[in-house]
C-alpha cells in the first residue's frame, strides 16, 4: 500500500482525512500513483494532472523522502521507501505570490 498525503483542498473535495492508503502496482511512480488516485476518488480527476495532456497541474509539486520530485520524469519508480508504505508520497499545491 502506497501512504498519501493530499492538500487540504482535494482532502475536502474527496471527503477524506488525513492520508489516503492506494494499492499501487509495481513499478510504483508518479503517473501510477495518480492513476490510482483518480481510479478511487474520481472526483479528483484534472485537479493534479491535465485532463488532456495529462501533465502535473503547475501549481501542484510531488514530494519523497523530503525531496521534491516534481520535475521527474512521471514514470521514474519512487524510492523504496514509499513504494513500501514506510514514508507518504506528499502532493503539494505550491504557493504563489509574494
Known sequence: MVRVVLPFHLR?????TGEVELDVQAPVTQRT?????EAAYPMLRGTIRDHQ???RRPLV???ACQEDISYD?????????IASGKEPL???GALAGG
Do not use: K, N, Y
Open 12 to 16: 475536502t473535495l474527496a471527503r477524506v
Open 90 to 92: 506528499l502532493i503539494v
Open 73 to 81: 520524469p512521471p514514470d521514474t519508480p519512487l524510492p523504496e521507501a
Open 53 to 55: 495532456t495529462r501533465q
Open 33 to 37: 500513483v495518480v492513476d490510482a488516485i
Open 61 to 63: 509539486r510531488f514530494f
